[in-house]
């Protein structure tokens, strides 16, 4: 497998606490009041689109 690589990124900071914080944030908003089978149900269909996503990625950086 090809690894995508360019010398001229620049590198970036991630917060990775403040991310993990926002994403907690969102789901406990979006899960408050959910019964525990809806529960179930949002995060089989959040992993659906996050197994697209990185299939995607894995595809876009083959071809580079």
Do not use: D, G, V
Request: charged share 45%.
């Amino acid at each position: 497998m090809k690894w995508l690589y360019n010398a001229k990124m620049k590198k970036q900071k991630i917060n990775t606490i403040e991310m993990t914080r926002k994403i907690r944030e969102k789901s406990a908003k979006q899960l408050k009041n959910k019964s525990h089978a809806e529960r179930i149900a949002y995060y089989r269909e959040r992993a659906k689109k996050m197994e697209k996503k990185i299939t995607a990625l894995l595809e876009e950086i083959e071809k580079a």
